[in-house]
């Protein structure tokens, strides 16, 4: 939402650039690690995920890297447009008594593309 | 494409007010889950349900209730609104890990 990126780390990019946003998790028996992508107004809309035993997945102008042993997660844009300019999540996956997986969120990066 | 539509993307209340608010899936997910959203504390998860009249309470379930009759439909319900309720609401509706999230309900209760 509008307000969502009040007290969040801001991250500036010039456009072109590249783009590495971080986050950190806490639960090392995760077996999903997703990237969401939040714009003003809008809900979040997923990104790209990796599973536990990988520790790279690329899509489309995006990489997520994952370093389990110091339990970090890392988003890379490539030649960073405007219409990146967004709030990114990470999230890593929990079991429930149900079998559900469910999400604990990162509390997000703002990412500002100048022109 | 997975579509996830909320009933209202604003509502004001007043406090003690019950509330209702709507979700709806359209992609025959099992699994439905109910987020409140709050500056500098990311998403948050109320209530998830697994299944049809199936539900888990998650990390802050307290002050809401929810209700799943049909698959596609997932009710959040604050019986007793009060101003510390004020927040962002999102529906997310998923198989497996994957989850999809509707627009959002911003409510504000005065």
């Known amino acids: 939402g509008e307000s969502v990126g009040l007290h969040l780390p801001t991250l500036s990019v010039q456009e072109g650039d590249n783009s590495i946003i971080n986050c950190a998790y806490s639960?090392?028996?995760?077996?999903?690690f997703i990237w969401y992508k939040q714009e003003s107004g809008k809900g979040p809309q997923f990104i790209i995920d990796?599973?536990?035993?990988?520790d790279k997945r690329q899509g489309q102008r995006v990489t997520v890297l994952l370093n389990k042993t110091v339990k970090h997660l890392s988003l890379q844009i490539a030649a960073t447009q405007p219409g990146d300019s967004a709030v990114y999540f990470c999230?890593?996956?929990?079991?429930?008594?149900?079998?559900?997986?469910?999400?604990?969120f990162g509390t997000g990066t703002r990412l500002k593309v100048l022109a | 494409d997975v579509k996830v539509t909320q009933s209202s993307r604003y509502l004001v209340k007043r406090t003690g007010e019950k509330v209702f608010l709507e979700c709806v899936q359209d992609?025959?997910?099992?699994?439905m889950f109910w987020y409140r959203q709050d500056p500098g504390l990311g998403l948050r998860l109320i209530y998830f349900?697994?299944?049809?009249?199936?539900?888990e309470k998650g990390d802050i379930p307290e002050g809401y209730s929810v209700s799943r009759e049909k698959k596609e439909r997932f009710s959040l319900i604050l019986e007793s609104a009060s101003t510390n309720q004020t927040s962002m609401y999102l529906c997310?509706?998923?198989?497996?890990?994957?989850?999809?999230f509707g627009p959002g309900t911003r409510l504000t209760v005065t």
């Open positions: 997310a509706s998923g198989y497996s890990y994957e989850q999809y």
């Open positions: 349900s697994y299944d049809v009249k199936m539900k």
């Open positions: 992609m025959d997910h099992e699994n």
């Open positions: 990796i599973r536990s035993n990988m």
């Open positions: 999230a890593e996956t929990q079991g429930s008594t149900s079998g559900t997986y469910k999400y604990i």
């Open positions: 639960n090392s028996a995760s077996d999903y």
